[in-house]
């Protein structure tokens, strides 16, 4: 059985508020790993050069920021350049989406 998750993200540049929120479905045992690198990947924005996502379970982006990006809830990172993934990063082990029991996921640029 499909879930959904809704994914949304802080915005790279001024203007830049086109899509900063999807609802993208996973299957009940979908590794975050596997989530991460083939469906949000593709949705974060790229710039010219490496741009680094951190990931956040269980926040959304209209949480204060203190809230949302507390380090507890940062479980990965997304490592891309130019139009593409190069390395996803995961923080305490792979494990299924389902297993954090959250309906939201929060990405902002990592500085």
Request: hydrophobic share 35%; aromatic share 10%; with cysteine.
């Amino acid at each position: 059985m499909d879930r959904i998750i809704k994914v949304s993200r802080e915005s790279i540049c001024n203007g830049d508020d086109d899509q900063k929120c999807r609802f993208l479905e996973y299957e009940g045992q979908e590794m975050l790993s596997s989530f991460l690198r083939n469906k949000v990947a593709d949705y974060l924005p790229y710039t010219s050069g490496l741009i680094v996502w951190a990931v956040y379970m269980g926040s959304s982006e209209n949480q204060p920021m203190d809230e949302r990006e507390m380090a507890e809830k940062r479980v990965a990172f997304i490592h891309k350049i130019e139009n593409r993934c190069s390395k996803i990063e995961i923080k305490g082990g792979d494990r299924t989406i389902s297993s954090f029991g959250v309906d939201d996921l929060f990405c902002a640029v990592y500085r």
